[in-house]
Every structure is written in structure tokens, then in C-alpha cells.
């Protein structure tokens, strides 16, 4: 499998607005975030062009009462996951044969909410860590991969030396 890193486009930061607006409508609950996470968050940063969206709940047991909802938006419920992640549901979304958009179902303030913000806010308030993890990206981008999970391990070390930093 090879992975194909898009120099950063300006349009993510639109798609993500269009996309929290009707999922803001479609779950029609006052007491949720939803945050643009991941490296199409993050100006300036390459990517696979893939929007990452992060859904915060107040209370993870009502999680479930909004997979119909989300699912009228055009997303597929991903339900494989839960057995390693329970405290997650996620959602995929194609266009023309290709993935657009993840959804990431959490409870606000848990361990996985607060390291996908503090890891993109990092990201985004310093171009050293930045352009040290697009180039990363771009090393890893020229092998071949089994599948997206191996890619994704492969940034594990330098994603967990950021959410070490203060």
C-alpha cells in the first residue's frame, strides 16, 4: 500500500466547517464539541487528504444514540474497533472511491480527547515540530506498506515524544 502525502490545501479547513455544521444539526445536541484534528488541522502540514474529526461528548453513553444520524450524512459506522477501544465510535466517510473523512466518537476530557488536541495544538503553535513530523511523513510516504495501520504505528515514537512536551 502506498501512502500519498498532499502538500497542505486550505480547503480542508472549509470541508471540516461544512462537515461540524451538519453534524452539529444531525446530532442536535447542545452539550458537544466537535474539533478538526489530525494533520489536515494543522496550516501548513501535508497530509493524506483525509479530514479527521473528533466528536466530544459530555456523556459517552449516549454515543450510540447518534450512529442513525451520522450515518443520513453519508458515514459508515465502523463498529470492528469497539472490542479495542470501546470508549470509541467510529466512522468512515468515501467520495469517488476514496476516504474523505473519519469521525472519532469520544467523551470530552478522556485520555483520547485530550492527547488528539494537545498533539494538533502543538502541531500547530511550533513550525520546528511541525516540518520535523511532515518530513517524517514524506520519509515514510516512499515505502511500501502492508496496510494504513503500519504506517500509522511508524509515527507512533515521534507523536509520543510530542505529547511528552509541556
Known amino acids: 500500500m502506498k501512502i500519498i502525502i498532499d502538500p497542505y490545501n486550505p480547503n480542508w479547513k472549509i470541508d471540516?466547517?461544512?462537515?461540524?455544521?451538519?453534524?452539529?444539526?444531525?446530532?442536535?445536541?447542545?452539550?458537544?464539541?466537535?474539533?478538526?484534528?489530525?494533520?489536515?488541522?494543522?496550516?501548513g502540514l501535508g497530509a493524506k487528504p483525509v479530514i479527521d474529526i473528533m466528536v466530544g461528548l459530555e456523556d459517552f453513553?449516549?454515543?450510540?444514540?447518534?450512529?442513525?444520524?451520522?450515518?443520513?450524512?453519508?458515514y459508515?459506522?465502523?463498529?470492528?474497533?469497539?472490542?479495542?477501544?470501546?470508549?470509541?465510535?467510529?466512522?468512515?466517510?468515501?467520495?469517488?472511491?476514496n476516504r474523505t473523512h473519519h469521525i472519532h466518537i469520544v467523551e470530552i476530557d478522556t485520555e483520547f480527547w485530550n492527547r488528539h488536541l494537545k498533539f494538533r495544538n502543538q502541531l500547530r503553535n511550533n513550525t520546528k515540530l511541525r516540518d520535523e513530523y511532515h518530513k517524517l511523513k514524506l520519509e515514510l510516504a516512499k515505502k511500501e506498506w502492508e496496510d494504513g495501520n503500519k504506517y500509522a504505528t511508524a509515527k507512533s515514537d515521534f507523536i509520543k515524544e510530542v505529547e511528552r512536551l509541556k
Open 16 to 43: 471540516f466547517f461544512r462537515e461540524s455544521e451538519m453534524l452539529q444539526e444531525a446530532i442536535d445536541e447542545i452539550n458537544v464539541s466537535i474539533e478538526h484534528i489530525g494533520s489536515t488541522s494543522v496550516e
Open 76 to 97: 459508515k459506522y465502523i463498529s470492528e474497533y469497539e472490542n479495542v477501544m470501546p470508549y470509541r465510535r467510529f466512522f468512515t466517510k468515501n467520495s469517488n472511491g
Open 61 to 74: 453513553r449516549t454515543a450510540d444514540n447518534y450512529i442513525k444520524a451520522i450515518e443520513t450524512l453519508g
